[in-house]
């Protein structure tokens, strides 16, 4: 068998490609907090339990309704998505314009809330959700077993993150969104309207999280702390990226991903602590991250 | 309301007894002004007379307003900030708002159409050629002149018949403050009105119809074009020109 460093090859490739899924659940993840910080300035504490909601949407449609994976992808998002602009709409606009900390705060509250009450309905051990029939199994790729669920993982948050960018950097309503972030204000006196802007910023970045739960459902135990795991990883990938860049969310969550995995084959011991060592690095260098524009 | 608007009495902006506030403080008290559709009104005066801020009013970007703001015959005192552009008026500020994070072309194609009659991109890029040859930079790569013509040709794009400029020559030189002129004379002529806050009055003298004249959040004066050379006195008084 080819070592790398010592390493078998199939190990280490395994490693990365766990890594790799890791980085598209921290790419989906940050990509919704940076739309969401650039237009709010809101930094949504109540992101990893929306992505927690995500799953739980998919597990009991399953139980009680008979809606499949499929279905699941694309309706999850949908209702959790129009539950953060109820969230918006009449939590997150009576403090519009107050200090930072406030919206801090009510996330954070909401955050528990949620995930609160969902221990008291499910309790913390959580539930396995099966894999689609369509990509159960996998190939043998004769280095390495590639897993099919896996690999669509990858493929479907790559192709959302892209979209996501695309969308925003190349299109009419993304140039919205992007002067939105620099001067509400002159936006709304050419006629555009801000406040529904902003609702459904917040919405399709609440809709991209509960997506993550979806695709997360078959391979993470679907429990109510599952959110909560995360969000700390992805707060960190965020700041690295630089706060509200849209492709540092993306591509920093991929990166950062990898190198987890990474160290989980040289040095395990330091493999869930490295993302923070990378933010001290960056932090030190580049104040406001990767991709951020200083300030 | 075809006739309305083709009347050329028909007061486009009928502003009366506003009041304006930021927070506690009180900058607006009881303006009341006409502009009739094609005309070029100036809002003269010194820094801090509530000029900018009066523009600022009519866009409902103030912290609070009352009295009335009648825009193209519809009361707009409670009107929410981003229907009062929709009424056909193009705001360009004095900070010119133009965007980093967008190229020339998107902070041109930015504001949505607010009434049919706006000019094309072409004529847009005709008017002003080196919006045309710099279109895919970013709108804040531009020189200080440039971004001017963008944050102009940005609502003119739009079919706005109401126009509030503000400061639109300001630390410009004095060949692009020219250009500027020759703009608003075409504009003008294709009968957009206009009401334009202005420091430069050797500037706006030519181009006006009448003037008002602010102190302190009030209107001090009116004067007519006609009635300029008389006022010589008074105006110097009160800009220090």
């Known amino acids: 068998m080819t070592l790398i460093f010592g390493i078998p090859l199939g190990v280490l490739l395994g490693q990365l490609l766990l890594g790799l899924i890791n980085g598209a659940f921290y790419a989906l993840l940050s990509l919704g907090l940076a739309i969401i910080f650039g237009l709010l300035r809101i930094i949504n504490f109540a992101h990893g339990a929306l992505y927690m909601l995500g799953a739980f949407a998919a597990l009991l449609g399953l139980q009680h309704l008979g809606v499949n994976y499929w279905m699941a992808l694309v309706l999850s998002p949908l209702v959790v998505g129009a539950l953060g602009m109820a969230i918006e709409r009449h939590l997150l606009r009576r403090i519009a314009g107050e200090d930072h900390l406030y919206g801090l705060l009510l996330t954070f509250g909401l955050a528990l809330i949620l995930e609160g009450g969902f221990v008291k309905l499910f309790g913390v051990s959580g539930a396995s959700y099966p894999t689609p029939d369509l990509l159960k199994g996998g190939v043998n790729l004769g280095f390495m077993f590639l897993p099919g669920y896996r690999a669509w993982v990858v493929v479907a948050a790559l192709v959302v993150c892209f979209a996501t960018w695309f969308m925003i950097e190349r299109t009419r309503l993304g140039s919205y969104l992007r002067a939105g972030t620099e001067n509400p204000k002159l936006m709304q006196a050419f006629g555009i309207n801000v406040p529904l802007l902003i609702t459904l910023t917040y919405g399709y970045g609440v809709a991209l999280a509960a997506f993550a739960g979806v695709l997360a459902a078959p391979i993470y135990p679907v429990s109510p702390t599952m959110g909560a795991n995360l969000l700390i990883v992805v707060f960190a990938v965020v700041v690295i990226g630089g706060m509200g860049s849209i492709m540092g969310a993306i591509v920093t969550g991929l990166a950062m991903g990898l190198i987890e995995g990474l160290t989980k084959v040289f040095y395990p011991q330091a493999a869930s602590t490295v993302v923070f060592l990378v933010m001290v690095i960056v932090l030190l260098f580049r104040p406001a991250g990767l991709f951020g524009k200083e300030a | ?241």
């Open chain 2, 1 to 241: 309301m075809t006739s309305l608007h083709t009347n050329p009495d028909f007061e486009q902006l009928r502003i009366s007894d506003l009041h304006a506030f930021y927070g506690e403080s009180h900058i607006l008290h009881g303006i009341d002004m006409r502009v009739r559709r094609g005309e070029l009104v100036t809002l003269l005066g010194r820094n801090g007379a509530g000029r900018t801020t009066t523009l600022r009013a009519i866009m409902n970007l103030v912290g609070r307003r009352t009295g009335s703001i009648m825009i193209n015959g519809n009361e707009t005192i409670g009107s929410a900030a981003h229907l009062i552009p929709r009424l056909g008026v193009g705001y360009c500020p004095e900070e010119r708002g133009i965007f980093a994070s967008l190229n020339v072309e998107e902070n041109l194609l930015l504001p949505p159409t607010v009434r049919s009659g706006g000019m094309s991109l072409d004529e847009i890029y005709a008017m002003f050629p080196n919006l045309y040859e710099r279109r895919f930079s970013q709108g804040t790569r531009l020189s200080g002149g440039e971004q001017q013509m963008l944050a102009m040709a940005r609502i003119l794009r739009t079919g706005a018949n109401l126009l509030l400029l503000d400061e639109i020559t300001e630390g410009l030189a004095p060949v692009i403050v020219q250009k500027l002129g020759e703009v608003l004379l075409k504009l003008k002529d294709k009968g957009l009105t206009i009401v334009l806050v202005e420091q430069n009055f050797r500037f706006a003298a030519p181009l006006a119809d009448r003037h008002y004249l602010m102190e302190h959040g009030q209107i001090v004066e009116e004067i007519s074009a006609a009635q300029l050379p008389a006022k010589k006195e008074l105006l110097n008084a009160c800009l220090g020109v």
